[in-house]
């Protein structure tokens, strides 16, 4: 078991975290598995402060995703993610004068549902930077950064993020222009049988 963010970190540098150990762990913890309106299913499992360290899922069906049309986002936090298994695909936008129009929706939080509602302020925004990362490699986002990530590739992806909470402020997410006033999404535990079944198709123990 990691007893601590900075020895987590310190094995995910070396390449020595085992995705087995990390879902027992969370298992121990009793730190349940959630669908992700980003398609991706969350367990937090170490907390220090500001400090997370949290195991990210991303199985091959995409019958998690709340919407594709609001998948670009931000985050109230910095955070570096080491890719376990699969692929995943980052791409960074930014604000331009040139770039198609959307729509801006302000996230919330009540109990375990997500809640975006619109605003009144309108963004165009275009792509700066699209990386893929396989496994074994690491990418790092800024509190603020507009930005999406998919799993790319026929294999589930498996990430480990450790964020470090920095703003107090709503995060923000894209919407399209004509988009409704409100999305809400219901972040529902996932079943073990679930979560190892999207697992079952990985050499988990190597």
Same mark, same amino acid.
């Given at each position: #078991?990691?007893?601590?963010?900075?020895? &987590? !970190?310190?094995?995910?540098?070396?390449? &020595?975290?085992?995705?087995?150990?990390?879902?027992? #762990?969370?298992? @121990?913890?009793?730190?349940?598995?959630?669908?992700?309106?980003?398609?991706? +299913?969350?367990? $937090?499992? &170490?907390? !220090?402060?500001?400090? @997370?360290?949290?195991?990210?899922?991303?199985?091959?069906?995409?019958?998690?995703?709340?919407?594709?049309?609001?998948? %670009?986002?931000?985050?109230?936090?910095?955070?570096?993610?080491?890719?376990?298994?699969?692929?995943?695909?980052? *791409?960074?936008?930014?604000?331009?004068? %040139?770039?198609?129009?959307? #729509?801006?929706?302000?996230?919330?939080?009540?109990?375990?549902?997500?809640?975006?509602?619109? $605003?009144?302020?309108?963004?165009?925004?275009?792509?700066?930077?699209? $990386? &893929?990362?396989?496994?074994?490699?690491?990418?790092?986002?800024?509190?603020?950064?507009?930005?999406?990530?998919?799993?790319?590739?026929?294999?589930?992806?498996? *990430?480990?993020?450790?964020?470090? *909470? /920095?703003?107090?402020?709503?995060?923000? /997410? +894209?919407?399209?222009?004509?988009?409704?006033? #409100?999305? !809400?999404?219901?972040?529902?535990? /996932?079943?073990?049988?679930?979560?190892?079944? +999207?697992?079952?198709?990985?050499?988990?123990?190597?």
């Amino acid at each position: #078991m990691y007893k601590s963010i900075a020895g &987590l !970190e310190c094995c995910l540098r070396k390449g &020595l975290v085992n995705i087995s150990d990390i879902v027992n #762990m969370c298992r @121990n913890l009793r730190a349940p598995f959630r669908a992700h309106p980003l398609g991706f +299913i969350s367990s $937090t499992f &170490l907390s !220090e402060g500001a400090w @997370n360290a949290r195991l990210h899922i991303w199985p091959l069906s995409d019958d998690k995703v709340q919407d594709r049309d609001t998948q %670009i986002h931000d985050h109230v936090f910095d955070f570096t993610s080491w890719v376990l298994f699969g692929v995943v695909q980052n *791409t960074e936008l930014a604000t331009s004068e %040139i770039g198609d129009p959307f #729509m801006l929706y302000s996230a919330s939080y009540a109990g375990s549902k997500s809640i975006l509602k619109k $605003t009144n302020d309108v963004v165009r925004l275009v792509a700066k930077n699209v $990386t &893929l990362h396989p496994a074994g490699s690491v990418y790092s986002v800024k509190a603020g950064q507009l930005h999406e990530t998919r799993r790319i590739g026929g294999s589930p992806a498996v *990430t480990v993020l450790i964020t470090n *909470t /920095v703003s107090s402020d709503a995060p923000l /997410v +894209i919407g399209p222009i004509n988009g409704p006033g #409100m999305y !809400e999404y219901d972040r529902f535990v /996932v079943s073990d049988a679930d979560v190892d079944a +999207i697992l079952g198709c990985l050499e988990i123990g190597s």
